[in-house]
């Protein structure tokens, strides 16, 4: 795909299947991974705990990643967290 011209590559995925952890786990383990990612990068984040519906979006917004999707899958709950340009100092 190009856009003006250029060619657009997507962001950098990875995908963390957290099926089967409870709370704070799949937390504490998004927390991780994003913070070893790029810049730009998008984590999926596939789970099945019933709390990380309120929690992922709540420590997207803590600290500082951007949540571009949640959506409920086969087996629990996908969320598509975005890593910004720039995160805010703590």
Do not use: N, W
């Not at 011209?5 to 299947?17: F, S």
């Not at 999926?44 to 899958?73: N, Q």
């Amino acid at each position: 795909m190009e856009i003006l011209g250029r060619p657009v590559t997507p962001e950098p995925e990875d995908i963390l299947d957290l099926k089967g952890l409870k709370c704070p786990l799949p937390v504490l383990k998004s927390r991780k991974r994003l913070s070893g990612m790029a810049v730009g990068s998008r984590l999926i984040v596939e789970t099945t705990d019933p709390l990380a519906i309120i929690d992922i979006p709540h420590f997207c917004r803590e600290d500082g990643y951007i949540l571009l999707s949640s959506e409920r899958s086969a087996t629990g709950h996908r969320f598509v967290i975005g890593k910004p340009d720039q995160m805010p100092t703590r």
